[in-house]
């Protein structure tokens, strides 16, 4: 019996050693663990897997433990149980937390699920502006899902750092080489010809035509056709239309054929005072672009559309605006770009009118005002540039800025596609397919998105297909 009870009390002490001296030795194990290591042991444990038992609430620990260590794919990770609710309670908030963290570290993985809690407007309000940059941003770091989710959008946008373009479908990263922009194969750039704009055919710049092509946020695809979309036209579809939105500029000059370029004698009127500002802006145009005799010279063509700028020209007030936007023979200077924008724009400059446009649609150089938005876009949709009524249309379609109003979205969209824009065409085609401000008529919805697949817009195809 003694000995029994001698048993008992040794095993009782060792176990009770055994419970106090164990976890200090186990977290000393884990704190000489690098973050790198608890977020692979966290893998382990969610995966099951390298002799770990499924465990997501061990998942967690560790995620957290790295997490708190500042290492971005453990934030990622925890992000990620947060909004599963995998071995914790399911908060978006703190999802949104810890993708964000991540994200600014540039974790592109991050990026791509921030992007997607802003696309749903989970533990945030719905954002597809944000979304779209996110993904943006993941997309230039190669990350596939990014480039995939852009794809189904069939986007072509400024991506937020700037370093170029972003092409879609059967498309690659596209940059802008001076002053110009790289087409796919699939379709070319529609614009208007005037105030710098480029009209191409098989995805080729038309130099002579002159311009300056840039875009921001566009080309969203939703189930309703648009630039923005809701729960009934999100953005997270993959076979609707929509359109591409572009910040154009350039010297008015740099919108007519060459015959109306500076002529051979240019550079003995270029010192003349008695040169006007169209001549001016003519010769900066032909500086931007190294045509008509004269070297491409950023320096050169800035000089000269200030020249004419300063005697109120407002093309060429556009050009520098651009330049500021681009950082060309300046440092780049977006707000710096929305005032020569606005410059131009209060003088009745169409194209500025749509730049500054949009602008105030993306928050780019100036804080994201909607009602600022449809104000100068309606302005320069008023004097017909296409793509500023087909954008405007998308705004009335998902009531960004104005009362949602399908009547006036097909009004819009109706215009622009009757000028040739290949998004609005898509775009009405939908308003006809589903009945949207118009009357539901199947044969002419096909009828338009004929005429947008006719200038290769996949969605379109995909539509003819179907109906």
Known sequence: MNKSILTKTVCGLLFLFLWVTIPPIYAQKTSNMTPSQMTDLGNAYYAGKNGKKKDFAKAVEYYRKAAEKGYARGQRNLGFMYEYGEGVAQNYSEAMKWYKKAADQGLAMAQYDLGRMYEKGKGVKKDTNTANLWFLKAANQGYEKAKKKLEEKHI???????????????????????????????????????????????????????????????????????????????????????????????????????????????????????????????????YYYGKNGKTQNYAEAMKWFRKAAGMGYAPSMLGIGYMYE????????????????????????????????????????????????????????????????????????????????????????????????????????????????????ISTAKSWYRKSADQGIPEAKTKLQKL
Do not use: H
């Open 326 to 441: 681009k950082g060309q023979s300046v440092q780049k200077n977006d707000s710096e770009a929305v005032k020569w924008y606005r410059k131009a724009a209060e003088l009745g400059e169409k194209n500025s009118q749509f730049n500054l446009g949009l602008c105030y649609y993306v928050g780019r150089g100036v804080a994201q005002d909607y009602k600022e938005a449809v104000k100068w876009m309606r302005k320069s949709a008023d004097q017909g540039i296409p793509e500023a009524q087909n954008v405007l249309g998308v705004m009335y379609k998902e009531g960004n800025g104005v009362t949602l109003n399908y009547t006036e979205a097909a009004k819009w969209f109706r215009k622009a596609a009757e000028q040739g824009e290949k998004y609005a065409q898509y775009n009405i085609g939908e308003c006809y397919e589903f009945g949207q401000g118009v009357e539901k008529n």
């Open 156 to 286: 072509i946008a400024a991506d937020p750092n700037n370093n170029g373009l972003i092409s879609t479908t059967k498309g690659s990263i596209v940059t802008t080489t001076k002053g110009n922009i790289n087409t796919t194969t699939k379709g070319s750039i529609n614009t208007t010809t005037n105030g710098g704009l480029i009209s191409t055919t098989k995805g080729n710049i038309n130099t002579n035509q002159g311009g300056l092509i840039s875009t921001t946020k566009g080309n969203i695809n939703t189930n309703q056709g648009g630039l923005i979309s809701t729960t009934k036209g999100n953005i997270s579809t993959t076979t609707k239309g929509g359109l591409i939105t572009k910040v154009t500029t350039g010297s008015g000059s740099s919108s007519t054929t060459s015959k109306q370029s500076t002529n051979s004698s240019s550079s003995t009127t270029a010192q003349s005072s008695s040169m006007t500002a169209e001549q001016m802006d003519k010769l900066g145009a032909d």
